[in-house]
């Protein structure tokens, strides 16, 4: 990991939107910031959205503990009937899910946008 990616500060974004919430975090998702990134997930879960998608696009590094704690949420949307994807894997990352079986088990998309379009296709017009 480069001197400005160790820098990097942890952030975690999520938007609300017709019906769904996208998550954009930044920074490294390992030991040091998990906590912060649990209890933000369990706050969207609260009251959970029909899907939550979390971008991954500008995560520069993931521990295998941030990669658990991203199986744990999945869990935890499907005991509430909440869909989750996840998208922007780096070319590293998304390899790990492959060899692992992860993306098995997560639904993949490329970036937000195609996440997005995706999960509106699922849940249709609300009338």
Known sequence: MSQEQAVQAFT???KSL???VSVTMT???SEDNNNKAKDEFLKILKD???KLVVDLSRIDYISSSGIAL???ILCRCRQMNCAMSICGLRTDTHEL???TRL???FEIFENLAAAIKAARQD???KG
């Open 12 to 14: 975690f974004n999520p």
């Open 18 to 20: 017709d019906g769904m």
């Open 27 to 29: 920074g490294s998702l």
């Open 48 to 50: 959970p959205p029909k």
């Open 70 to 72: 991203l199986v744990s």
């Open 97 to 99: 899910f492959r060899l």
């Open 103 to 105: 993306n098995q088990v």
């Open 123 to 125: 849940t249709g017009p």
